[in-house]
């Protein structure tokens, strides 16, 4: 029997520090509502949705931090979110500041967790690859401080039966690092959510900017072709605070073609069903992982640690 789940990804402007996380919501309901008019089944929402980028800020009162964080979810503000997708019957993935309260400790993640269409929570991911900077680097023109805000996420790269089929999850960021792919690869992944906050301008490496949209196609398509997976890319674009961010939200085909594409750098919502076998044809042949990979030659590599010099001239 055919396996069809229609997904939508929903795209988000900015936010601004001001926003509040109700007004956030808000538009959030609209997205799904949007959705529920586009036949979607499952929404996808960026990395952090519920408030603007907050650490492009330097920030040593810690409380002011946590005011970023979520202890609770669903909690009082997003709380609506959950009961509008319920009555919808539309599942939904969500990036959030998560803060659990454990032994005594406090700890902090860049979350994203998968919601199905009955309202119960049936996935959470912890973001892995934490881009930026642990101190405060001031001749930035704006801070990167994943490093200092967030633990790295201690849950790897979990794969999720759920809507027909089998999810995972994984945050900005990761999305560049082809284990990422590989590692829900091997689980037999069939449709990767993501969601993205990529600024425009890279302080530390200006000269990448021009490729920006280049480099995230790049790294989606292959990760989806090389795994014969979906891939559900997500920004929240535009000028967030000052900071122009990329959009160019997308769905990859297992194929590595892009099926759907937003065309603003605004809220704005894009679907596609999604044939859940349509990585099968890769699966089983040019990825036939079984038959073509030789793991036993990857243990040969060396884990490394520290930099890679260049050759002495
Ligand atoms: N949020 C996040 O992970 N942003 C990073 C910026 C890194 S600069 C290339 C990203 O990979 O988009």
């Keep these: ?70 202890a609770d979810m669903p909690g009082p503000d997003t709380a609506p979110l959950f009961a509008e997708a319920k009555a919808l019957g539309i599942g939904f993935c969500l990036g959030y500041a998560e803060l659990v309260r454990q032994d005594g400790g406090t700890r902090r993640f860049n979350t994203s967790i998968l919601v199905e269409r009955d309202g119960r929570i049936v996935g959470k991911y912890r973001k892995v690859h934490l881009p930026g900077h642990a101190e405060h680097e001031p001749w930035r023109q704006f801070q990167h401080l994943e ?22 999850m994984c945050i900005c960021n990761d999305r560049r690092w082809p284990e990422t792919y590989r590692v829900m690869g091997l689980q037999g992944v069939e449709i990767v959510l993501l969601g993205y906050n990529t600024p425009l301008h ?29 891939v559900v890319g997500v920004a929240k674009g535009g000028t967030e605070e000052g900071v122009p961010s990329l959009a160019d939200s997308q769905i990859v085909a297992p194929s590595g073609k892009v099926v759907a594409r937003a065309a603003s750098d605004g809220d704005e919502l894009v679907a596609h069903r999604c044939d859940l076998d349509a990585g099968r044809s890769y699966k089983t042949t040019t990825f036939n992982f079984v038959v073509h990979r030789q793991p036993d030659q990857y243990r040969m590599i060396v884990e490394r640690k520290g930099a890679v010099e260049p050759p002495a001239t």
């Design 1 to 70: 029997m055919p396996r069809y789940l229609t997904v939508g990804a929903a795209q988000m402007g900015p936010i601004q520090r001001d926003h509040s996380r109700r007004d956030v919501v808000g538009r959030l309901i609209a997205h799904l509502r949007e959705a529920r008019r586009m036949g979607c089944e499952l929404v996808v929402f960026p990395e952090l949705t519920l408030t603007t980028f907050f650490p492009r800020w330097w920030m040593p009162d810690q409380a002011e931090v946590d005011a970023w964080f979520e």
């Design 147 to 168: 490093k200092r805000y967030f633990e790295v996420g201690d849950l790897g790269f979990p794969v999720y039966r759920a809507f027909g089929g089998l999810i995972g």
């Design 202 to 230: 890279n302080p530390p490496a200006p000269d990448h900017d021009e490729h920006s949209w280049f480099h995230n196609q790049l790294v989606m398509q292959a990760g989806a072709y090389q795994n014969g997976t979906w």
